[in-house]
C-alpha cells in the first residue's frame, strides 16, 4: 500500500492510492433494519442514495465493530462483499457496468469508500446475493 502524506498547516492527511486495493479486501455496509429481510440484507440496501455513490468501509482501515458504531441504531447489521466481486464478477455479469471504488476518508471515519457508478436493480440483487453479513446487533 502506497501512503503519501500531506501538510495542511499543522495537519498531516495519508491519501492511498485508490487503485491499491487488494481483490481479497471487503468493503463493510451498513444495512438499516427496514432492508434486512429474511437474515441477510434486501437488494434494496444497495441502491445509492447518495448521488456520490454507494457508501462503503474498507476492511484494511477498519473493523465490522468499528463500522457499525458510526451508525445509529437504525443500522443493525455490516454487511460485506469483496474487491474482486465489484472490481470483476458484476462486470462479468453485467456488459455495461462500469464501477469503481475510491477511498475517501472523511473527518470521522477515515476507512470511508465510494463505490461510483449507476448500481442497477439486477446489480443491486448480485449483492444482496453475495453479501455476507458479519456482524449484527
Same mark, same amino acid.
Given at each position: 500500500m502506497t501512503l503519501d502524506y500531506y501538510y495542511l498547516g499543522c495537519l498531516m492527511i495519508d491519501v492511498i492510492d485508490s487503485n491499491e486495493f487488494e481483490p481479497d479486501d471487503e468493503l463493510f455496509r451498513a444495512?438499516?433494519?427496514? !432492508?434486512y429481510?429474511?437474515? &441477510?440484507?434486501h437488494y434494496t440496501a444497495f441502491y445509492s442514495r447518495n448521488?456520490? &455513490?454507494?457508501?462503503v468501509d474498507w476492511s484494511k482501515l477498519t473493523t465490522p465493530e468499528q463500522?457499525?458504531? #458510526?451508525?445509529? *441504531?437504525?443500522?443493525?447489521?455490516?454487511?460485506?462483499?469483496?474487491? *474482486? !466481486?465489484? $472490481?470483476?464478477a458484476i462486470k462479468e455479469l453485467f456488459d455495461h457496468a462500469d464501477l469503481c471504488?475510491?477511498?475517501e476518508p472523511t473527518d470521522i471515519n477515515p476507512a470511508h469508500c465510494l463505490i461510483k457508478g449507476q448500481?442497477? $436493480? &439486477?446489480?443491486?440483487k448480485q449483492f444482496? #446475493?453475495?453479501c455476507r453479513v458479519v456482524l449484527t446487533r
Amino acid at each position: 500500500m502506497t501512503l503519501d502524506y500531506y501538510y495542511l498547516g499543522c495537519l498531516m492527511i495519508d491519501v492511498i492510492d485508490s487503485n491499491e486495493f487488494e481483490p481479497d479486501d471487503e468493503l463493510f455496509r451498513a444495512v438499516k433494519s427496514m !432492508f434486512y429481510k429474511n437474515n &441477510g440484507p434486501h437488494y434494496t440496501a444497495f441502491y445509492s442514495r447518495n448521488s456520490d &455513490g454507494l457508501s462503503v468501509d474498507w476492511s484494511k482501515l477498519t473493523t465490522p465493530e468499528q463500522s457499525l458504531s #458510526r451508525h445509529d *441504531e437504525t443500522y443493525i447489521c455490516m454487511s460485506s462483499v469483496s474487491v *474482486e !466481486f465489484v $472490481q470483476n464478477a458484476i462486470k462479468e455479469l453485467f456488459d455495461h457496468a462500469d464501477l469503481c471504488i475510491v477511498h475517501e476518508p472523511t473527518d470521522i471515519n477515515p476507512a470511508h469508500c465510494l463505490i461510483k457508478g449507476q448500481i442497477t $436493480q &439486477g446489480m443491486a440483487k448480485q449483492f444482496a #446475493r453475495v453479501c455476507r453479513v458479519v456482524l449484527t446487533r
